[in-house]
DNA sequence: CACCAGGCAAGTA
DNA sequence: TACTTGCATGGT
């Protein structure tokens, strides 16, 4: 793996040095192996899940999508011309499938206006102005566009998720308080700008937290993170 | 039965 | 600004 930049002053936010972080990577990957992520079979299959997937269990999202495809509606042009209570039945099985459904509607209407209706445009974007459009939608907010741009447009950016917060936390590698942007911040400041490693990063500590970095559960004695 | 899952926005004080 | 609440299905 390629080495880190340079590191800067820190603020008191950052409790670990960079080459821990990238100790964490090695052991993550040799522990779990390679993860494979994003699960979906084109941009757009990536970017519907993206939105599916909030606050939602991936099995869930899966069983929406598998309604949209044998429906045919696996397609921009399909879901632009699908009206929002419709779609909203297809996707019920991911849950809160009347916001989503709102959500994914506003997203293309946002790429049918700012890039004639080619989601491509969005992903080939420069990425930071790729990403203001995103989080302009109504219902995309940092997780959701980092998501898009990562896996979706293989950009280079971090993204952090409920599993990064407590992970981390829990290991008292990052303070409690610790919010979105001053993680992906940490992250991006100690790593190489590399999306291949961004993308298996992301994914192996969502492995890891489904594993062993339970919700309102001590930290457990299994982790590969134990012994720091 | 309770609790949780790859968030986000809107409301309240 | 800092909390709290609504959104909702399906698995453990």
Known sequence: MTRCLPQENWGSAWVIEKNRLVDIFDRLHSF????????????????????????TNWGNVCKAITNLKKGGLLSFE?????????????????GYYNVKARRLKNLLLMIEGRYQGELDLLLQDEMMTGRENLLSVQGIGPETADSILLYGGNHPIFVVDTYTHRVFSRHN????????????????RMLPADSSLFNEYHALIVRLGKAFCKKNRPLCEQCPLNGL
């Open 173 to 188: 590698l990052l303070a409690d308080e610790s919010d979105y942007t001053s993680i992906q911040e940490y992250f991006m």
């Open 78 to 94: 399909a879901l632009l011309a699908l009206p929002v209570e419709n779609l909203a039945l297809y996707i019920r099985p991911s």
């Open 32 to 55: 779990f192996g390679p993860q494979y992520w994003w699960p979906g079979e084109t941009p757009f299959e990536i970017v519907v899940g993206a939105i599916l997937t909030q606050n």
